[in-house]
């Protein structure tokens, strides 16, 4: 049996450096409510919630079930959670509309990285014996994979602050970015990486709504069809990998038939300029195609939530009209370990 | 009942989360951290003929399982670099340093460290560097202390080795520490700006009406905000209890105790304290308690018996 699910609704906090006055639950609620009230689904029509989320961030232990607070799951509704980016709960969320158990389904996922130092959180996701005791933090290891780019002649620092400029000139129009408009690339963050070359530290969520077949359409006057949709992971040692490339980036694209025909648009989920180069690369992407018109992750970045973020941007303009296909891609992990990529169609008549 | 306002400050407390994490090593890793100590470096050869160093017990690409280890060299080459301005807790070295990543001498892959040297203008990749190790060694991958600059020519021989060491080692302990700043948000700051002033408020659904003590800012059942604050209390009943036999670490009460659910008169949902004032044996569900504070307490220290008669059970039931 073949169905087709789209993304019929999407909403997103305004990001922001510190959300010292909210708890989760607190920041998380309002866009729950957002995606609630643009499709009149209230939590009760809902068939599947499935949310991402680390308790590293800030520290909690199991705070995605005090989030879950906020859904209403009472009568127990069926529930799901990632402890990863919500572009994994939008998979899992996917698959489960796909076998036809559910027809709506709610993801959301959430970052509040303001009450720990998110460099230093991310390196106890790395390999325990080898790489974990020498704490790297997150800045450094995108900066050796800028450095190796820039020996690979593939860019340079004018082209990275190049792409800084630009996701933040496009910000300007997004509401909810953290860095709206370019700014001075700074001074070394860890060279060759500069602070303009860096993500934003912030706290945010994003939830989208999925439906299925005429439930998409009677839900969103334009649905954005997920087309295809696969997610792939590299070897964990960074020093097996080239750097320079993104082979699980590409097959992903590939089994979720990016390739078949052209995109117009794609939100690339690239926390640092350097990862907007070897994604590019690795997607084929000319300059036909509209890259990141939300600034992307250099604009707002709340870690678990961005790349929800760049499937939400996609089907967005799609529910707009300004887009007609489009790919999303998300990332995790360090030096783009893990790839997962989505190819989202507008229907041409429904304009 | 008032409208629930923003606090006049967000709370914030220092919160630290401490780890120390106990790994058992596999036969390749425990062979090449042991070797680490022994001032020996061991890669792993795959399925394809090449040399993993750092070594794994898998091969990456074939997930064969990785038995034969050769010994290599502890010169090797940068094949990328980053400078590191300010070093941060827990890394390598504390003045500023490159993290590297090298390819050992006889090497097929790079293994990422620190390399010492005064300023990026030292640094290139292909740089030639070997291993400063460690003063003390203790079977770690912080036994190679950092990198430094050496001049040698690659050399790119392996010796075949049996991995095997007096005392190896089978396991390591990873600390880990993680500083926040903890905030609880509105709801929980209202409700601790109470406790304060010895008052416990609790918050209103404005859907269900179930009043929540203490607030985390959602009712659960329903999915909104909760907006209006209740003051509940001071007195409540006991819907359930048990009894302690077990001393708690660093806690100075003595057992047998009583801890019980305790119904705060107008909350929706009970909340939990210790009973005292009476024999721990006469404890009973609907036994009517009230707090007790202690001189400079944040919170009650327990609750007592009021003397009251017992609650009837139909008044509390619903909230079990």
């Given at each position: 049996?073949?169905?087709?699910?789209?993304?019929?609704?999407?909403?997103?906090?305004?990001?922001?450096?510190?959300?010292?006055?909210?708890?989760?639950?607190?920041?998380?609620?309002?866009?729950?409510?957002?995606?609630?009230?643009?499709?009149?689904?209230?939590?009760?029509?809902?068939?599947?919630?499935?949310?991402?989320?680390?308790?590293?961030?800030?520290?909690?232990?199991?705070?995605?079930?005090?989030?879950?607070?906020?859904?209403?799951?009472?009568?127990?509704?069926?529930?799901?959670?990632?402890?990863?980016?919500?572009?994994?709960?939008?998979?899992?969320?996917?698959?489960?509309?796909?076998?036809?158990?559910?027809?709506?389904?709610?993801?959301?996922?959430?970052?509040?990285?303001?009450?720990?130092?998110?460099?230093?959180?991310?390196?106890?996701?790395?390999?325990?014996?080898?790489?974990?005791?020498?704490?790297?933090?997150?800045?450094?290891?995108?900066?050796?994979q800028?450095?190796a780019?820039?020996?690979a002649?593939?860019?340079?620092?004018?082209?990275?602050?190049?792409?800084?400029?630009?996701?933040?000139?496009?910000?300007?129009?997004?509401?909810?970015?953290?860095?709206?408009?370019?700014?001075?690339?700074?001074?070394?963050?860890?060279?060759?990486?500069?602070?303009?070359?860096?993500?934003?530290?912030?706290?945010?969520?994003?939830?989208?709504?999925?439906?299925?077949?005429?439930?998409?359409?009677?839900?969103?006057?334009?649905?954005?069809?997920?087309?295809?949709?696969?997610?792939?992971?590299e070897a964990?040692?960074?020093?097996v990998r080239d750097l320079t490339d993104s082979p699980?980036?590409?097959?992903?694209?590939?089994?979720?038939?990016?390739?078949?025909?052209?995109?117009?648009?794609?939100?690339?989920?690239?926390?640092?300029?350097?990862?907007?180069?070897v994604?590019?690369?690795?997607?084929?992407?000319?300059?036909?195609?509209?890259?990141?018109?939300?600034?992307?992750?250099?604009?707002?970045?709340?870690?678990?939530?961005?790349?929800?973020?760049?499937?939400?941007?996609?089907?967005?303009?799609?529910?707009?009209?300004?887009?007609?296909?489009?790919?999303?891609?998300?990332?995790?992990?360090?030096?783009?370990?893990?790839?997962?990529?989505?190819?989202?169609?507008?229907?041409?008549?429904?304009? | 009942?008032?409208?629930?306002?923003?606090?006049?400050?967000?709370?914030?407390?220092?919160?630290?989360?401490?780890?120390?994490?106990?790994?058992?090593?596999?036969?390749?890793?425990?062979?090449?951290?042991?070797?680490?100590?022994?001032?020996?470096?061991?890669?792993?050869?795959?399925?394809?003929?090449?040399?993993?160093?750092?070594?794994?017990?898998?091969?990456?690409?074939?997930?064969?399982?990785?038995?034969?280890?050769?010994?290599?060299?502890?010169?090797?080459?940068?094949?990328?670099?980053?400078?590191?301005?300010?070093?941060?807790?827990?890394?390598?070295?504390?003045?500023?340093?490159?993290?590297?990543?090298?390819?050992?001498?006889?090497?097929?892959?790079?293994?990422?460290?620190?390399?010492?040297?005064?300023?990026?203008?030292?640094?290139?990749?292909?740089?030639?560097?070997?291993?400063?190790?460690?003063?003390?060694?203790?079977?770690?991958?912080?036994?190679?202390?950092?990198?430094?600059?050496?001049?040698?020519?690659?050399?790119?021989?392996?010796?075949?080795?049996?991995?095997?060491?007096?005392?190896?080692?089978?396991?390591?302990?990873?600390?880990?520490?993680?500083?926040?700043?903890?905030?609880?948000?509105?709801?929980?700051?209202?409700?601790?700006?109470?406790?304060?002033?010895?008052?416990?408020?609790?918050?209103?659904?404005?859907?269900?009406?179930?009043?929540?003590?203490?607030?985390?800012?959602?009712?659960?059942?329903?999915?909104?905000?909760?907006?209006?604050?209740?003051?509940?209390?001071?007195?409540?009943?006991?819907?359930?209890?048990?009894?302690?036999?077990?001393?708690?670490?660093?806690?100075?009460?003595?057992?047998?105790?009583?801890?019980?659910?305790?119904?705060?008169?107008?909350?929706?949902?009970?909340?939990?304290?210790?009973?005292?004032?009476?024999?721990?044996?006469?404890?009973?569900?609907?036994?009517?308690?009230?707090?007790?504070?202690?001189?400079?307490?944040?919170?009650?220290?327990?609750?007592?018996?009021?003397?009251?008669?017992?609650?009837?059970?139909?008044?509390?039931?619903?909230?079990?």
């Amino acid at each position: 049996m073949s169905r087709d699910v789209a993304i019929v609704a999407f909403a997103q906090s305004d990001h922001r450096r510190h959300t010292d006055d909210l708890s989760e639950v607190e920041m998380v609620m309002p866009v729950l409510h957002e995606v609630q009230r643009q499709t009149g689904l209230k939590a009760a029509d809902i068939g599947f919630t499935c949310s991402g989320s680390s308790d590293y961030l800030a520290g909690r232990a199991f705070s995605f079930t005090m989030a879950l607070d906020g859904v209403g799951a009472w009568p127990p509704i069926s529930e799901s959670h990632v402890e990863a980016d919500g572009a994994w709960a939008l998979y899992e969320a996917w698959v489960k509309l796909l076998t036809g158990e559910a027809d709506t389904a709610l993801v959301y996922s959430y970052g509040k990285s303001s009450p720990g130092s998110v460099r230093d959180v991310l390196t106890r996701q790395l390999d325990p014996y080898y790489l974990a005791p020498l704490w790297p933090d997150s800045v450094a290891l995108a900066a050796l994979q800028a450095q190796a780019l820039i020996d690979a002649g593939e860019t340079d620092e004018p082209a990275l602050a190049a792409i800084a400029a630009r996701s933040r000139e496009d910000a300007r129009t997004n509401p909810h970015a953290q860095l709206p408009g370019a700014r001075p690339q700074g001074g070394y963050a860890v060279q060759p990486l500069r602070t303009g070359d860096c993500p934003p530290v912030g706290d945010g969520v994003a939830a989208v709504i999925l439906a299925a077949g005429d439930r998409a359409r009677e839900l969103c006057e334009r649905p954005a069809w997920i087309r295809g949709m696969d997610h792939r992971i590299e070897a964990h040692s960074l020093g097996v990998r080239d750097l320079t490339d993104s082979p699980s980036t590409r097959l992903a694209a590939e089994r979720a038939g990016a390739f078949e025909r052209p995109v117009d648009t794609a939100e690339l989920h690239a926390p640092f300029t350097s990862q907007e180069v070897v994604l590019r690369k690795a997607l084929g992407l000319d300059d036909s195609v509209t890259v990141n018109p939300s600034g992307g992750a250099l604009a707002a970045n709340p870690v678990m939530a961005a790349g929800l973020i760049r499937l939400g941007e996609a089907a967005a303009r799609i529910h707009r009209g300004e887009s007609d296909r489009a790919l999303a891609h998300a990332t995790s992990g360090p030096c783009l370990q893990q790839n997962l990529v989505a190819v989202l169609e507008g229907e041409t008549h429904a304009r | 009942m008032t409208a629930a306002a923003p606090p006049p400050g967000a709370l914030q407390a220092p919160l630290v989360v401490e780890f120390p994490f106990t790994r058992s090593l596999g036969p390749v890793q425990s062979a090449f951290l042991t070797g680490l100590r022994e001032r020996t470096v061991l890669g792993v050869r795959t399925e394809a003929g090449g040399v993993l160093v750092p070594p794994v017990e898998y091969d990456p690409v074939t997930a064969a399982e990785l038995r034969e280890l050769v010994e290599v060299a502890a010169t090797g080459t940068v094949t990328t670099w980053a400078w590191n301005p300010e070093p941060r807790p827990g890394q390598p070295l504390a003045t500023p340093f490159a993290w590297v990543l090298v390819r050992l001498d006889g090497a097929d892959t790079a293994l990422l460290h620190a390399l010492d040297v005064p300023g990026p203008e030292a640094v290139r990749t292909g740089l030639r560097v070997r291993i400063r190790w460690a003063a003390e060694r203790a079977g770690a991958i912080t036994d190679i202390a950092c990198f430094e600059p050496y001049e040698s020519s690659p050399q790119d021989d392996t010796t075949p080795h049996d991995g095997r060491f007096e005392e190896p080692v089978t396991g390591i302990v990873a600390p880990a520490r993680l500083d926040y700043t903890y905030s609880p948000g509105r709801a929980q700051t209202r409700y601790l700006h109470g406790l304060a002033e010895r008052r416990t408020v609790g918050e209103r659904c404005p859907s269900c009406a179930k009043v929540y003590v203490p607030p985390r800012g959602a009712c659960p059942t329903c999915g909104v905000a909760t907006t209006d604050q209740v003051e509940v209390g001071p007195r409540g009943t006991v819907t359930t209890f048990c009894i302690v036999n077990i001393k708690a670490k660093n806690l100075d009460i003595e057992v047998p105790y009583v801890y019980a659910h305790i119904a705060l008169d107008g909350a929706g949902l009970a909340l939990h304290g210790r009973i005292a004032g009476i024999p721990y044996d006469e404890v009973r569900m609907g036994l009517r308690v009230e707090p007790v504070w202690s001189e400079d307490g944040r919170y009650p220290d327990h609750y007592r018996p009021t003397g009251e008669p017992d609650a009837d059970y139909d008044t509390y039931k619903e909230l079990l």
